[in-house]
């Protein structure tokens, strides 16, 4: 019987380790995609979001086969940068996906400081650029 299996359900399915921020990281990509077609941000903006995404999983994904066939590894400086610049999606994804560099503390929280400024770069942008500038004089 199917249901009688535990390894068969589909919460057993997904990685143990699924966290909060592949989640947020998730989310942070559909918020850009919805916030361009509402025209609230510059559609430059999510291209680049999701551009940069797919090279940081594409650097996490070649670090992790280079780091089984012991070559030439990229840089954790090269990796931090990517997801500084705005690839922090998909080096977060590709942190739980992969498994890679899931042991490393400083990932952590190079991605989850990448993620608040980048929140915060949306927020100011709508800010400034949507909102009666009365409101900001005191």
Sequence with gaps: MLFKQPHLYISNMLPAHHSWLTRFAAAYLVLCLILTWQTL??????????GLSLLAYLLYAIDKRAARLKRWRVSEQRLHLVA??????????ARQRLRHKTRKPSFSVVLWLSALLHIGVIAAYILVSHCNPTYFKL
């Design 84 to 93: 500084l610049l705005g690839g922090w999606p998909g080096a977060a994804l």
């Design 41 to 50: 941000l510059p559609y430059y903006y999510a291209l680049a979001s999701v």
